[in-house]
């Protein structure tokens, strides 16, 4: 189980937070065609290493935030707020 | 109001119900709002006001949990100041085993949780908003878990680890 | 050789010296038809049909590590193909036909089990849930029947059917001809039958670039013994797919997550079928061995490091616990973890892709076992006919851009 | 043979005990292992495959063969305990395994003459034909072969307790290098936890009383360092605890046994308890596992590890033999040969480094001998020293990589992967000066360290290279893999190490193979010829050793396996008698049956009282979400697919959410407290989706709007009072709220009070009758329910429940989200396209109902269907076909329901292009299709005047 850095509240237990998916997703509805936007909705990048990523502190402060962690190890890299 | 759990090194009972009022600004707007309010709104990340009269626990960067404040205030920045004194339950656990019980179900390093401070965070599968005093732990839970964490802490108190030799 | 009783025999005779490898492992070429990236049990099924049904037979499968060493060897072995969508019962239908013939098909004993699939409702919604599906697979020849909480107890007697549980069993949806077989055979089982009509079987060999032409279509894959060419390259990596489509400029949707599983120690017959629970998340069946073997959840974020969290083995076993309480003094003895692509319909993908020459087969989550003689079957027919596949067709990335999703999970069967 | 003196048993507490229900007697500190050899018992259990009788090999949990069922009472049967870790107590009763009719006379040990027919894999080749045998025939022989003993048959009656703790300093082992590592760091005041899983701590001082340190004797030495360590009040000692699973970032799972050993009558709280330990530093201090040695009938009862008879001597005051051979390939082994010596036995050392090893043994139940270079040799005792394999299987948890170090034979830790040290035995390091030297020096390394004289530390033996001779050398005992099994699984071709544990089954017993890998691996590279690295080692998975499923489960069982919720109303439907259903964690009331009435008839009752008088309805569950801030408008109108920037103040509006594929998520009905101020209400298994949807975008898509999220949902108690005397029983009731219809229409709310609570009263309907929602503060939810319990009792009110309350929304043809729609509805499809903002921008989802597959005119839509007189319900979930073509569904049954108020049957499906299909369908079933016609899906009161009443 991580011990994940919430910018807010400090290192946390992961059973507090949600994942919230890969981090850096423009959510563009206008102009872009059904490619792009299927693209949007779910390619993702799923890299074997680094992974920019959102998390929620559900039961914290309930912020979302993103991070970086290597897929491979697990390990988280550093924190953001992702608003 | 009685007891919940009374056995040697611990004491778990319901805290009478107070006003409660969930306030989200900006936090910039923080001080100003707060001294509209008439209630200090701690800064610092996780921390609980304390001293006599209304408080507030400061659980997100633009959320405060106002404990006993009553009234009304004409606010004049923008602001969320909604009620919830109905929606929760409070339990105060004291005794040199308090934290013993609560590590039975909450992942905080509580030894290390000073007073003063206060955070939601998780018994079992239920969140809770727990507040440290200086004579105990105040927790808060919305009411309708309420069969569960009493039933988790009784569960819990029965099978307390030994307390280190000291 | 022939595997038999009496080839069993005569070999005793002669002290087992005589045994031969059960596949070759050559050197590998310098160009094939077909390479197939992936030799897990989905990759090896699709170059065992390529050369046994459509006569193509210059094919490698190259694997960057152990034949079946990815989820292949990490599941919990479950076979059934009760889906909700028309698609998907055809697919897994399809797969679970030719288990039936398997062990005879390829002259080894992958011990197909069908011992009965049953997976419990414990709520109204569930009861709605599973009655839906049953009346959807009977109008689709898919076997599955609707038991009664004591009509499931009977099934499996160690089930707690009280009604005062937690969440009390009302019901359950039984496919019997649904069951589990043993899946290390089933990937050295196609290994033997592939390789036997000339597949090369490469190990410990990972691709590291799709090479393509100027036109676009590809040329072959550049691996850690060097630039292999290929008319096609047949993608069946699983948890890896996204890193190797990544190399060929493709992003996929897929997201790669932990699942765990666990076996207790090994006991005298006690669990006669297979129980699934997708409202307390149980997946239990009892192996030949005598493991209870068990399967846990999916942590929620990506990760390639083939471990979990504990909770995700705890949750599981405490579903064990509540469903079968005599259980709680079993012991787990291992537990393990695999990496499932999951796509966001939790249906998985299977054709051709933008490159061309490039196919992918992939996103079959946490359910991929049970498919795979079929997906090897309609793959290898894809690979082949640069056609999908009849079964094949609707699973097309473009779903993914048309939005013609086959979303089993969101019709509350999560794929298990 | 129990010796008169010595050991650490308390002779003056004897033990009784009983195994296959022979009594026996013991004393406080046996194991049960040590207490049976010390009453002359060596043939303990059966192999798994060849039914060989097999006796105590080890002492601790490498032991493959001493495997027992303990019974402490109903519920309380364990089979597989290592006799070897179980503790004795009084009245212990255990019972050999796979062996009938008897241990020592077994059928089962007929597969031992077939032994050359069944090798390794040897079911992978047979048992295909006929093509029904396999699963009529043979697999049930198999299953019933295999499995070792018999699972528990009654519920487990224990409890498990569970507890997080947090230490700077985990310390895994108890033996001198722990133990100094605790001495060094406890005068730090860091916080340190100490666990081992022997019965007590020291660890393989326990078996040294020969040793020296600090010039005191071992044993004194450790009473006085465990003392201090007790004084310490920032030290925790945990002896019976196992640190089973090392995670990421430092938590390491530790399962501590509570009560097994105490006789079950004295045993009472948890049994076990689960500890989760988030660590600073971990110093891991396992130790290591003496290697056994391979060669021709090596697992006869009374072959035994070296160590292993060191410890029955040294710790047990237990002679497990009289004539000792003692084959030593490592000078450890010397070690036993002394005790033996000391204590009256007549030993003969065998130096593997100069000989080669045994070519044979002999004797049924136990060892009568050993074929050495110089001829037999006549033994009941033949220990063997192979060397020592470091226990890594935490170490490699912890994500850390091993290395091989060739010139040692051994395996090593590696590169860490976490902030954790291997210090000691499982470091390679097996010298007691040098193990105490580590450990201090991982513990932090203040002031003078303890030291001894060094020990044994010199480089374990090469590995055993067993020749091929005829004759079964067993590797995995447990298993029955022999030498043989892995040179065949080599010839046919599985070269790795994890290939040839599967093919073969080696190392996947119940020891884990703890004595069997290191074997495996050298067998198999003398067999490839290549190096062991190459054929690789396989990572340690959690269980370090194997943990009840009861301890991983701790407190999360019953009543607290998920939480129960209930409303503030619930005490009152349960005294009504109410049947209830889950509706996510909730309790909710489903209907209130009279005396003698089922479902059906309840549920009808119910409709028609609703329609002719009134019906109280607990909606309670309801998600609420409290949507304030000036641009609450704003933000609702980008989430909801309907327009909300022009809803006035005291206004409701029904609100579809989707998500961003375009597909309908959640609805609700949306009232406008106030210019800044919504109430938003959730299905009620959605409140917490929704909640976490909308901060989503809240915080990270449309961050400069003022608005902000606060969950109500417990914060009121909503009461739905719906029918056409609903405006009667109400009005007495409520104070500053005018209910005349024109000035309280359909879809409006006031403010005001009710039965003498704060109210937000709002005037919608569920039902298609004249509703009121009456939302009051949750701790005044019981009293206002009763007080318009009784102000309706004159008008026939009745409380009704979750399964009315959806006949009647059915009559209406409203929808259940979750039930007629899936997650592949769009809100087109559900007939909700009226609801859609024809002129916004944008709303989550927007876009992709704008994809070609969301526009297609074959997608399935909702309709009603027409079903004939007399005809039955319909299940929910049957399939509709077109008549012309009844092998093929075009869609499927959502809600069905026996409407009272209309006399007959009514159903919503989803229809292939239903809304155009209008017309005759039939509903596909065990039988012939029933005759269905499509129709619309309002089936009561389509002009609405009811509503309006």
Redesign the interface.
């Known amino acids: 189980?991580?011990?994940i850095p919430c910018p807010?509240?400090g290192p946390?237990?992961?059973?507090?937070f949600?994942?919230?998916?890969e981090a850096h997703l423009v959510?563009r509805?206008?102009g872009?065609d059904?490619?792009e936007?299927?693209?949007y909705?779910?390619?993702?990048?799923?890299?074997?290493g680094l992974?920019a990523?959102?998390w929620?502190h559900?039961?914290?402060?309930?912020?979302?935030f993103n991070l970086m962690?290597d897929?491979?190890?697990?390990?988280v890299m550093d924190t953001g707020d992702?608003? | 109001m009685a007891d919940l759990l009374d056995q040697p090194g611990i004491r778990v009972r319901r805290a009478p119900l107070e006003p409660l009022h969930v306030l989200h600004c900006d936090p910039d707007d923080a001080e100003a709002l707060g001294a509209e309010l008439g209630v200090t709104l701690p800064t610092a990340p996780l921390r609980a006001g304390d001293g006599a009269g209304p408080r507030a626990l400061h659980l997100a960067p633009d959320e405060w949990l106002l404990v006993g404040w009553r009234g009304e205030a004409a606010l004049t920045r923008p602001h969320a100041l909604v009620e919830v004194s109905s929606r929760s339950l409070t339990l105060e656990i004291e005794g040199e085993h308090a934290v013993a019980l609560l590590s039975a179900g909450c992942p905080l390093d509580l030894e290390l949780m000073p007073v003063g401070a206060a955070t939601r965070t998780l018994l079992g599968a239920v969140q809770v908003t727990l507040e440290r005093q200086r004579h105990c732990f105040r927790m808060q839970y919305w009411r309708s878990f309420d069969s569960y964490v009493t039933g988790f802490l009784q569960a819990a108190a029965s099978d307390l680890p030994a307390p280190v030799a000291s | 050789m022939e595997f038999s009783a009496l080839t069993l025999l005569s070999n005793a005779l002669s002290g087992h010296r005589k045994w031969e490898r059960q596949w070759r492992s050559p050197e590998p070429k310098r160009a094939y038809d077909v390479v197939i990236v992936g030799g897990g049990g989905h990759g090896l099924a699709t170059a065992y049909y390529l050369a046994a049904k459509h006569g193509v037979t210059n094919v490698a499968v190259l694997e960057k590590g152990w034949l079946g060493g990815g989820n292949t060897g990490r599941n919990t072995t479950i076979i059934r193909s009760n889906y909700l969508f028309d698609e998907s019962a055809a697919l897994y239908n399809h797969a679970l036909k030719l288990w039936g013939g398997l062990a005879q098909e390829l002259n080894y004993n992958i011990m197909f089990s069908p011992r009965g699939v049953l997976m419990l409702a414990h709520t109204v919604h569930d009861v709605q849930s599973a009655q839906r599906h049953v009346h959807a697979n009977r109008i689709n020849g898919v076997d599955n029947q609707w038991l009664s909480a004591a009509e499931c107890k009977a099934f499996c007697p160690p089930l707690n059917v009280s009604p005062t549980a937690r969440y009390p069993v009302l019901g359950g949806a039984l496919q019997r001809s649904g069951g589990t077989a043993r899946h290390d055979a089933v990937a050295w089982g196609y290994a033997r039958g592939a390789s036997a009509r000339g597949v090369d079987i490469v190990e410990q060999t990972a691709v590291t670039g799709i090479r393509r032409a100027a036109s676009g279509e590809v040329t072959g894959v550049e691996t850690s013994r060097g630039f292999i060419g290929a008319k096609k390259v047949a993608v069946v990596a699983a948890g890896h797919t996204s890193v190797v489509m990544d190399m060929a400029g493709l992003r996929m949707p897929l997201e790669s997550f932990p699942l765990q599983a666990l076996v207790s120690e090994p006991v005298k017959p006690v669990f006669p079928c297979v129980v699934m629970s997708n409202t307390v998340h149980a997946y239990i069946s009892q192996s030949d061995k005598g493991e209870l073997v068990i399967g846990a959840g999916t942590d929620q974020y990506p990760s390639y490091s083939q471990t979990g969290g504990i909770h995700q083995l705890q949750h599981a076993l405490e579903a064990i616990v509540e469903l079968f309480p005599m259980f709680g003094r079993m012991r787990m003895l291992r537990s393990w973890g695999g990496i499932v692509d999951t796509t966001p319909d939790r249906s998985p993908i299977i054709g051709k892709t933008p490159v061309k020459g490039l196919y992918v087969n992939c996103g079959w989550g946490t359910g991929g076992f049970k498919a795979t003689p079929g997906s090897g079957d309609v793959f290898a027919h894809t690979v082949a006919h640069d056609e999908p596949h009849p079964i094949a067709a609707p699973f097309s990335l473009e779903r993914f851009t048309t939005g013609e999703l086959i979303d089993e999970a969101a019709a509350a069967a999560v794929a298990h | 043979m129990r010796l008169s003196t010595g050991g650490r048993v308390d002779r003056a507490r004897p033990v009784s005990f009983s195994f296959d229900g022979r009594p026996m007697t013991g004393f406080a500190g046996d194991t049960l292992a040590s207490a049976l050899l010390a009453n002359g018992v060596h043939l303990v259990g059966r192999s798994f495959k060849y039914h060989r009788p097999r006796g105590v090999f080890g002492a601790g949990v490498e032991e493959p063969n001493a495997l027992v069922g303990v019974d402490r009472g109903e519920g309380r049967w364990e089979p597989n305990q290592r006799a070897t870790t179980v503790p004795l107590y009084e009245g212990l009763t255990a019972r050999s395994q796979n062996a009938w009719p008897s241990l020592r006379f077994d059928v089962g040990a007929l597969n031992d003459l077939a032994a050359p027919l069944i090798p390794a894999g040897f079911y992978y080749k047979t048992f295909m034909h006929p093509r029904r045998a396999w699963e009529k025939l043979y697999e049930p022989l198999i299953r019933r072969a295999a499995g070792l003993g018999t699972a528990p048959t009654e519920p487990d009656p224990d409890r498990y307790a569970q507890h997080w703790a947090h230490a700077e300093l985990l310390i895994v082992g108890s033996g001198p290098a722990g133990l100094a590592a605790a001495m060094a760091a406890a005068p730090s005041g860091r916080r340190v936890i100490l666990c081992d899983l022997d019965e007590e701590l020291g660890g393989s001082l326990l078996s040294r009383p020969d040793a020296v340190i600090d010039g005191r004797p071992a044993w004194e030495w450790l009473e006085s360092a465990l003392a201090t360590l007790c004084a310490a009040p920032n030290v925790r000692l945990l002896p019976r605890t196992t640190a089973f699973a090392y995670g990421i970032d430092n938590l390491v799972s530790l399962a501590e046994r509570l009560t097994d050993h105490r006789p079950p009558a004295a045993a009472t709280g948890a049994r076990e308890r689960l500890w989760q330990v988030r660590a600073g530093q971990v110093v891991i201090a396992s130790g290591a596992h003496e290697r056994p040695l391979v060669f021709p009938g090596n697992d006869r009862p009374g072959v035994m590890l070296a160590s292993a008879a060191e410890t029955y001597i040294r710790r047990y005051g237990v002679l497990p033999g009289k004539r000792v051979v003692v084959l030593v390939a490592h000078e450890s082994g010397l070690r036993a040969a002394e005790a033996a010596r000391a204590v009256g036995a007549e030993v003969k050392v065998v130096d593997l480094r100069e000989e080669p090893a045994p070519e044979a043994t002999r004797g049924r139940l136990r060892i009568s001998g050993v074929k050495l270079r110089s001829g037999w040799e006549p033994c009941d005792l033949l220990l063997m020293a192979g060397g020592w394999t470091p226990a890594l299987h935490l170490f490699s948890q912890s994500r850390g990589t091993v290395a091989w170090s060739e010139e040692r034979q051994i395996f090593l830790p590696g590169e860490s992967a976490q902030p954790e040290t291997s210090v000691g035995g499982c470091n390679g390091t097996f010298g007691l000066d040098d193990c105490l030297a580590e450990g201090w020096a991982a513990g932090g390394d203040t002031g003078p360290r303890p030291s001894a004289e060094p020990g044994a530390s010199g480089p374990s033996s090469p590995l055993a290279r067993p020749d091929s001779a005829d004759g079964r050398a067993f590797v995995d005992f447990q298993n029955d893999v022999t030498a043989k099994d892995i040179r065949l699984a080599v010839r046919e071709g599985f070269r790795s190490v994890e290939h040839i544990k599967r093919y073969t089954t080696t190392g996947m017993a119940t020891d884990q193979g703890r004595t069997s890998n290191i074997n495996a691996l050298a067998i198999a590279s003398d067999a490839l010829d290549r190096p062991v690295p190459a054929i690789g080692l396989t990572t340690f998975r959690a269980p370090y050793t194997p943990v009840t499923f009861g301890t991983m489960a701790a407190m999360t069982r019953g009543p607290l396996f998920d939480p129960v919720r209930t409303t503030p109303i619930h005490d009152w439907a349960v005294a009504q008698g109410a049947v209830f259903e889950d509706v996510g964690q909730w309790k909710r009331a489903r209907y209130f049956p009279r005396a003698g009435e089922d479902m059906h008839t309840a549920v009808a009752r119910e409709c028609l009282a609703v329609r002719a008088g009134a019906g109280l309805f607990d909606a309670s569950t309801l998600g609420k979400i409290e949507v304030v801030g000036p641009d609450a408008a704003e933000f609702l109108h980008r989430m909801y697919v309907n327009a909300f920037l022009k809803l006035g103040v005291g206004k409701c509006r029904y609100g579809v959410l989707c998500r961003e594929d375009g597909f309908v998520f959640d609805d609700g009905v949306i009232g406008r407290i106030a210019e800044d101020r919504f109430h938003v209400t959730t299905t009620t298994g959605g409140a917490a989706g929704v909640l976490h949807m909308m901060e989503d975008y809240r915080q990270t898509e449309f961050p400069e709007l003022k608005v902000w999220l606060t969950s109500t949902t417990e914060e009121w108690a909503t009461i739905a009072l719906q029918g056409p005397r609903a405006r009667d029983i109400l009005s007495p009731l409520v104070e500053g709220i005018d209910l005349d219809p024109e000035s309280f229409p359909h879809m409006a709310l006031k403010l005001g009070r009710v039965a003498g609570a704060p109210t937000r009263l709002w005037r919608v309907s569920f039902t298609g009758e004249l509703g009121f929602e009456i939302n009051v503060p949750s701790i005044h939810g019981r009293a206002v329910w009763e007080a318009v319990w009784e102000a309706g009792q004159r008008f026939g009110i009745t409380a009704y429940g979750t399964e009315t309350m959806h006949v009647l929304r059915a009559e209406k043809g409203y929808i259940i989200v979750g039930q007629d729609t899936d997650g592949t509805v769009t809100p087109f499809d559900a007939g909700l396209g009226w609801a859609v903002g024809k002129t916004k921008r944008d709303f989550v989802g927007k876009r992709s109902l704008e994809r070609p597959a969301m526009l297609r005119a074959d997608r399935k839509q909702l309709v009603g269907l027409d079903l004939p007189d007399g005809a039955t319900v319909p299940e929910e979930g049957a399939q509709i076909v077109d008549p012309a073509e009844p092998t093929r569904a075009i869609g499927h049954v959502t809600s069905a329901y026996a409407s009272a108020c209309l006399g007959r049957p009514i159903a919503m499906a989803m229809v292939r292009g239903g809304r155009e299909r209008i017309g005759p369908v039939a509903i596909a079933g065990e039988g012939a299709p029933v005759p269905a016609r499509v129709c619309g899906t309002v089936f009561i009161d389509p002009e609405g005047a009811r509503l309006s009443g």
């Not at chain 1, 946390?12 to 507090?16: L, S, T």
């Not at chain 1, 949600?18 to 998916?21: D, S």
């Open positions: 189980m991580l011990l807010h509240c946390r237990a992961e059973i507090e949600r994942h919230a998916g959510r509805t206008e872009v059904d490619a936007w299927g693209g909705l779910y390619a993702r990048a799923n890299p074997r992974h990523e959102r929620r559900i039961h914290g402060c309930g912020r979302f962690r897929t491979v190890t697990d390990k992702a608003s």
